[in-house]
């Protein structure tokens, strides 16, 4: 293609399989000349390959709004460069065996309407109809997107890049890229075999290459390669072209018509790695060898599922390396580590259906500074120090592959790569009945059982083996004191003279409070959305503790240096590892502390939202009355060296008040009937304190922050915007379910009006009790709430729904500030 390497660029784009490509097609499309460096050939890594299925139903609005976009320019993209892309919208169809995925499938049928998004379920004489080929004896239903397809992926490769190129992109083939030039802690550069860009903003797309690159930097970009396997028969007679995508979630396998063949192929339980030891050198259009006995098991469904096959003939017998990460989700947007650095990869087999979205979205994020819609479950920063380990990354490979068709579900669990952090009360825990659940490494006790039975990991969406347990927890909070160790929780140290500014530029709350306070607030974006919802203590005049979600102890601290001035003197250290954080709640928690402090903890010595530094046991530490519970409590925050003999002292204390541990299922529980919002759930990246009932939190006298005048604006609207979280309660559903989980529409006068944003059966007030969003074109107004006539939607059922402002669990606060 073009011969000569610039001198500089706007943009340099390292690899050039779709996400690259589609990346720099949409920079040009905004009028950015960026150029791509690729070591072979365009899509000759895993794109050229890959088996080109679009899909659109996505989790969130944004995300799906991105698959759609997709498909879009699929289609239009043939009659904009004059290139093919081979796009057919055949549709897919989505089955079920057993009762889980059925009840999914009918959850995805309820929110595809939502999201506009034409879907059927189809009787089993319709899918006969349309696969007559396949077994349906066992079909309880089949689900199908009518608008979803495939493409020719090295077809919309070439078209892509054809359309970039006519806008003044440029495309370096058979180039590799030898080092990413940083002075400074930001990009400046990149060397290559054919010489030096220099540039200000790279973007690694480089698939199965991009962790090692990444990690010979010192940036964490955690995915590794593994195989992927599938067949393609010989030509079917009377195989239409317009035959509909095949999924089969409980087989593991896909099913696709492919130039008059099927092609059929399995995410496999349990993958096979692939380049434990690096990519080799020369990879470029490979194959690897089919291992037919790791495969037996899915090529036994297959045939089960379709007899025919064992008399049509298998032509090819393919496999080729595909990245999985530790999540099952791609890494996109800037790195923490290296300014102007940024990464789209770690597609998990979803390159194809991802590339237009993502294209758009990191061309928004290099140019605008931002992307339009929210990708906090994607962000490159949501990765940890510790997901370097290239060890760590090919074990969780080998399980993040089952991810891809497995059942989804609350109880689903890890297996790969156990207990690599844990707190330091760890073992008195398991002692005590702790069954963990992992969270990026961490080993959470999500509920405690004196009998130590484990995990039961039949999926179920409804009443759950554990539940009694959580009851139990969820009472004893009620009734009398409950012990959380929430040790993995980010602590984050902002301390220096310009601390304050620094915590003021992102947060909605003010932050200049004397020190001995505890501020609850929110990180913002410049639209007003939420970036990370937090407590911020102040410790000392010159240095305040921020405490967040352990899954953004990367994000928030890259949050604040991004919009920091350079010239402000403070700095940041993860205090992480460095402090334990026990928190006790219910009506005894105040006794069981005050006989081990000896310091008047009344409510008018220690109000709520307050912060002391005193005696426990015999340890000093930081006691902050807050609970995320809607119980009088307090968070208990001490160096580590301290936590076994403050736990030890608690538990001996406590025994005579009723004092049991609680997991994270049973703080979900309460949190859900005390209406407290969860980041990643209820709030996020697009949505508002003031739509989400977080206004409270926002101090408009302050000096400019992030998002103020969108947030001024919305305060000066009044308290009916557009959209706003509110409580509710399935009427008429008992512990049984069908139970809220997330994304059940909510309707009214025969629209939809909203959706829940999450949801659990609540033990204290014995009702499934969730948050959800509404809205409303002229306002969400108390009124029109109080006026009632809501119904959710929940596996294809109605049912009424209770909606109100104030949570159902101690609605005036009176319990938890008493």
Not at 110 to 117: F, T, W
Not at 291 to 296: G, L, P, S
Not at 353 to 373: K, Q
Not at 649 to 668: F, S, T
């Amino acid at each position: 293609m073009t011969s000569t390497l610039p001198e500089n660029a706007p943009v340099v784009i390292v690899g050039g399989g779709i996400i690259g490509v589609s990346t720099l097609y949409h920079l040009a499309k905004r009028g950015v000349p960026a150029v791509l460096i690729e070591r072979r050939k365009l899509a000759s890594g895993t794109t050229w390959h890959a088996a080109g299925i679009v899909g659109q139903l996505r989790d969130s609005t944004a995300q799906t709004e991105l698959g759609k976009y997709t498909a879009r320019l699929f289609r239009d993209l043939e009659e904009e460069t004059g290139q093919a892309t081979g796009y057919k919208p055949n549709g897919t169809i989505n089955l079920a065996l057993g009762d889980v995925r059925h009840e999914q499938l009918l959850r995805s049928h309820d929110h595809a309407v939502r999201m506009g998004i034409e879907t059927q379920l189809l009787s089993v004489a319709e899918l006969q109809e349309k696969w007559p080929w396949i077994e349906t004896s066992d079909v309880k239903s089949a689900f199908f997107v009518p608008s979803n397809g495939q493409v020719n992926p090295l077809d919309v490769t070439v078209a892509m890049s054809k359309g970039a190129r006519a806008n003044g992109a440029q495309v370096f083939e058979n180039t590799k890229v030898t080092d990413l030039l940083v002075k400074d802690g930001k990009v400046v550069g990149v060397e290559t075999d054919r010489g030096v860009i220099a540039t200000g903003k790279v973007l690694l797309a480089g698939g199965m290459w991009s962790h090692l690159f990444a990690k010979a930097k010192g940036v964490t970009v955690p995915l590794h390669a593994t195989e992927h396997f599938y067949i393609v028969t010989e030509p079917v007679e009377g195989l239409p072209k317009t035959q509909p995508i095949l999924n089969i979630a409980e087989e593991r396998t896909y099913w696709k018509e492919d130039t008059g063949k099927l092609l059929i192929g399995a995410f496999e339980q349990k993958g096979k790695p692939y380049g434990e030891n690096g990519i080799p050198e020369d990879f470029e259009f490979d194959e690897l060898p089919f291992d037919m006995d790791h495969v037996e098991a899915n090529l036994e469904n297959m045939f089960e599922r379709m007899p025919a096959l064992a008399e049509m003939g298998i032509q090819t017998f393919f496999n080729g390396p595909e990245s999985f990460t530790p999540d099952g989700r791609p890494y996109l947007g800037p790195t923490a580590e290296i300014r102007g650095l940024y990464v789209a990869t770690g597609m998990n087999s979803n390159g194809i259906l991802n590339s237009g979205g993502v294209g758009l979205t990191m061309a928004e994020w290099m140019i605008d500074g931002a992307p339009s819609r929210g990708m906090g479950p994607m962000l490159a920063r949501r990765a940890h120090p510790f997901q370097s380990n290239t060890r760590y990354n090919r074990d969780r490979a080998t399980e993040s592959v089952g991810f891809h068709y497995g059942v989804s579900w609350v109880g689903r669990q890890i297996h790969s790569a156990r207990g690599v952090r844990r707190v330091p009360l760890h073992d008195r825990l398991a002692e005590a009945g702790a069954t963990f659940g992992e969270r990026i490494g961490w080993e959470v006790p999500m509920y405690y059982d004196p009998d130590k039975k484990g995990w039961n990991e039949e999926p179920n969406l409804r009443w759950k083996d554990w539940a009694p347990h959580v009851r139990t927890e969820c009472l004893a909070a009620r009734d009398a004191a409950v012990l959380i160790d929430q040790s993995m929780y980010a602590k984050i140290q902002v301390q220096g003279p310009d601390a304050v500014r620094a915590l003021n530029r992102v947060c909605g709350a003010e932050m200049d409070v004397a020190p001995g306070i505890s501020v609850y607030t929110q990180f913002l974006n410049t639209r007003g959305g939420i970036e990370a919802d937090v407590t911020v203590t102040r410790t000392a005049h010159d240095s305040f503790m921020v405490i967040t979600g352990h899954p953004s102890q990367i994000r928030d601290q890259a949050w604040i240096r991004d919009h920091a001035d350079p010239d402000w003197r403070f700095e940041i250290f993860d205090a992480t590892s460095a402090y334990g954080l026990i928190s006790i709640h219910g009506p005894r928690s105040r006794e069981i502390l005050s006989a081990l402090s000896g310091v008047d903890l009344s409510d008018a010595a220690f109000p709520f939202g307050a912060a002391r530094e005193i005696d426990i046991a015999y340890a000093r530490g930081w006691a902050i009355r807050r609970s995320f519970l809607g119980e009088l409590g307090y968070e208990l925050m001490l160096s580590t060296e301290f936590m076994a003999g403050v736990y030890e002292a608690l538990m001996e204390v406590g025994a005579k008040h009723g004092l049991r541990h609680m997991g994270m299922y049973a703080m979900n529980s309460c949190r859900l009937e005390k209406g407290f919002r969860h980041f990643g759930h209820d709030i996020a990246e697009d949505d508002t304190p003031y739509e989400t009932g977080l206004g409270f939190a926002v101090n408009l006298r302050k000096d400019d922050f992030l998002g103020r005048e969108r947030l001024a604006a919305q305060k000066a609207n009044g308290p009916a915007q557009k959209y706003r979280t509110v409580s509710c309660i399935v009427e008429g559903v008992d512990a049984t379910g069908p139970y809220l989980i997330h994304n059940e529409p909510v309707w009214r006068d025969g629209e939809i009006v909203g959706h829940v944003t999450s949801g659990d059966w609540g033990f204290r007030i014995e009702a499934m009790v969730g948050l959800a969003s509404l809205h409303r074109d002229g306002g969400v107004s108390k009124d029109w709430i109080e006026e009632g006539g809501f119904t959710v939607q929940i596996a294809g059922e109605m049912y009424p729904l209770k909606v109100q402002l104030a949570p159902f669990y101690d609605p005036s606060g009176a319990i938890m500030r008493g």
